[in-house]
């Protein structure tokens, strides 16, 4: 049972938009940054958004994130087939002086 | 350009000790701003933080693994390691090392990941 709670999955066709939630409490999300993490296949995974909503060098303003109270969104339009992958939210929680992680929403791009 | 790389045994049997490296390149782990840590991924399953750890020592682990994980850093050989003891097969997992910009931040570099098995 994860800290953080995620949608096992999400789908959307190509050229769309989806959302994936993250769901916290006060000790984490509600007073810490969130970050949102993309895992293709085999690999490890990749910062997609740090401090809420900024995307490092090189992420498209195709994927975005917000905060609101305790719980945060990842947004991604325009779906590509090259989206599909898993994605994680990660903060840190004040109480357990430990980060934690969502459980992970897989993205099927139909 | 900033690379971590695991290192250590593939298989561990039942009650040992698992033991991984992260080699950091093409930068210092000298960083006053960075937290350096492991989190691993058992198969099929989600991520789970294990702990992290800065170039001073000072050190935060995941409360469900304390009491049977150490990670320490070794500064002159731009190293730091992760010790688990008494496996047993929940924690066979890939292993990942990365880096953390600022305790309250984010992972901004991730090694590729090592498989660890757990069986006799």
């Known amino acids: 049972q994860s800290v953080l709670t995620q949608p096992p999955s999400v789908s959307a066709a190509p050229g769309q938009k989806v959302t994936i939630s993250c769901s916290g409490s006060?000790?984490?999300?509600?007073?810490?940054?969130v970050s949102w993490y993309q895992q293709l296949p085999g690999t490890a995974p990749k910062l997609l958004i740090y401090?809420?909503?900024n995307r490092p060098s090189g992420i498209p303003d195709r994927f975005s994130g917000s905060k609101s109270g305790t719980s945060a969104t990842l947004g991604i339009t325009g779906l590509q087939t090259g989206d599909e992958a898993d994605y994680y939210c990660?903060?840190?929680?004040?109480?357990?002086?430990?980060?934690?992680f969502g459980g992970g929403t897989k993205l099927t791009v139909l | 350009q900033l690379q971590l790389q695991e290192s250590g045994p593939g298989l561990v049997k039942p009650s040992e000790t698992l033991s991984l490296t992260c080699t950091v390149s093409?930068?210092?782990?000298?960083?006053?701003?960075?937290?350096w840590g492991w989190i691993r991924q058992p198969p099929g399953k989600g991520l789970e933080w294990i702990g992290t750890?800065?170039?001073?020592?000072?050190?935060y682990y995941n409360p469900s693994l304390r009491s049977r994980v150490t990670i320490s850093v070794d500064t002159s050989k731009n190293q730091f390691s992760l010790k688990l003891s008494s496996v047993t097969a929940a924690d066979t997992a890939v292993y990942f090392c990365?880096?953390?910009?600022?305790?309250?931040?984010?992972?901004?570099?991730w090694g590729q990941g090592t498989l660890v098995t757990v069986s006799s």
């Open positions: 006060s000790s984490n999300i509600g007073n810490n940054y």
């Open positions: 093409g930068g210092s782990i000298n960083s006053r701003s960075y937290y």
């Open positions: 990365a880096r953390r910009w600022e305790l309250r931040g984010y992972l901004d570099y």
């Open positions: 990660e903060t840190w929680d004040s109480s357990l002086s430990a980060g934690v």
């Open positions: 750890i800065d170039y001073t020592g000072s050190r």
């Open positions: 401090d809420n909503n």
